[in-house]
């Protein structure tokens, strides 16, 4: 009896031992498919940051228009600057510089122009300011579609023409709604142009349907992206941003700037400027 008890209570310690081994080796077990799970999550983290960087990379590089693999780059006659990038409007010796980046879908652009589009010609037609447009592509950026780039070409194609400031102004006097890219049809364009006494030649057709200044266009447009501005329309005056944010410009308080900043200089050389 004595030796079953004793037998009994080896055979339970070495139970409880076994219990235990058994217990442990879940336990470690447990804690390696853990750290394997540990290590499998930081690996596809690592993976999955290193793809969405590559697709953050391919994303802009895809949105930032790349000149490279577009074709020549051909500015259109007249056009200045550094890369000849500038479409310039008035006195080239004006005593003031006028520079505005404008989208030609962009819907404050069009406020814009429709807001300061008389008081700019007369300061051009004085001799008081040069003006010098950049043309940006951003919404066809932000919304998708053409009509940015389409309709950029074509008044580049007008500045070949000499009739760029005429055209310019018939493209935002007949701008669409911003979701309506109706820019991207160079049926359209084409048929504005015959708005611009002279324009619709057979050079100029050719030039919009050819999308002759297409990698101009691009080529501005990521001249604007490494500007350190963001949006359209940005405008300065001499340099200065003097539009949106806390700067309350109207018509009449530009002309006021203008006339400050051009106090005791001579007006620029006017020449003929076709009629708009």
């Known amino acids: 009896m004595f030796r079953d008890v004793s037998q009994r209570k080896r055979d339970g310690k070495r139970s409880a031992r076994e219990a235990l081994r058994e217990q442990r080796a879940k336990e470690q077990a447990q804690a390696k498919r853990k750290r394997t799970l ?3 999550g930081a690996v596809v983290a690592v993976l999955a940051i290193g793809t969405g960087i590559g697709l953050a990379v391919a994303n802009n590089s895809s949105s930032g228009s790349s000149t490279a693999s577009s074709g020549p780059v051909t500015p259109p006659a007249g056009a200045t600057g550094k890369d000849n990038l500038v479409i310039p409007v008035g006195a080239a010796n004006a005593p003031s510089t006028l520079t505005i980046y404008e989208d030609f879908r962009c819907p404050a652009c069009d406020a814009f122009e429709k807001s300061f589009t008389p008081t700019i010609h007369q300061l051009e037609d004085t ?3 040069r003006t010098e447009y950049h043309l940006v592509t951003l919404i066809d950026g932000n919304l998708g579609g053409t009509g940015s780039l389409n309709a950029a070409n074509a008044a580049a194609c007008a500045q ?3 009739k760029f400031r005429a055209y310019h102004d018939v493209l935002y006097d007949n701008q669409p709604e911003e979701q309506n890219d109706k820019f991207a049809n160079k049926a359209t364009l084409l048929q ?3 708005k611009v006494p002279g324009l619709t030649t057979s050079a100029f057709t050719a030039c919009v349907n050819n999308g002759t200044h297409n990698s101009w266009v691009k080529k501005s447009n990521d001249a604007f992206n ?3 501005f963001n949006s359209t329309p940005t405008v300065l005056l001499n340099g200065k941003s ?3 944010g806390s700067n309350n410009l109207t018509p009449a308080s530009l002309t006021q700037m203008v006339q400050q900043a051009n106090k005791g200089k001579p007006a620029g050389t006017v020449t003929a400027t076709p009629p708009s």
């Open 38 to 40: 540990v290590v499998a």
């Open 127 to 129: 001799g008081q300011i």
């Open 160 to 162: 070949t023409e000499g």
């Open 192 to 194: 504005l142009a015959g």
């Open 226 to 228: 490494s500007s350190g």
């Open 242 to 244: 003097i539009y949106g």
